[in-house]
């Protein structure tokens, strides 16, 4: 399976940013983490595949979407009302998983995008 992660960039606080993961082929689920320089790798959102069944991290608090295109195995990440501490490489990840609690382990994903970098300044 390969992953292709895109649209990353720079942008303003407060701006917006849409990622998107196109998979080689279908998949149970799709999860996004994000990793700060420094810092240890977190999950942002996942989303189960056949349903569209979602997952936040508590830190999101709304800003971001996460959705997907069953027709073109793509995942999408909508970034919403972005921080500076958003700043971050964000890699999505898919897995065979179905079951939501599971999705924000990294364990649960049996394959990785090459990430795309999020830059956010004021």
């Known amino acids: 399976v390969q992953l292709q992660a895109s649209g990353g960039g720079w942008v303003q606080a407060g701006g917006s940013l849409r990622l998107s993961c196109a998979a080689s082929t279908r998949t149970g689920s799709m999860g996004w983490f994000r990793q700060a320089p420094g810092k240890e790798r977190e999950f942002v959102a996942a989303?189960?595949?056949?349903?569209?069944?979602?997952r936040f991290a508590d830190f999101m608090k709304g800003r971001f979407a996460i959705s997907r295109d069953k027709a073109k195995n793509t995942g999408y990440l909508q970034l919403n009302s972005l921080r500076i501490e958003d700043t971050a490489v964000y890699y999505c990840a898919v897995g065979r998983s179905y079951n939501l609690g599971s999705m924000s382990y990294d364990w649960a994903y049996d394959y990785w995008g090459q990430g795309t970098q999020v830059t956010v300044s004021s």
């Open positions: 989303i189960r595949w056949n349903d569209g069944g979602t």
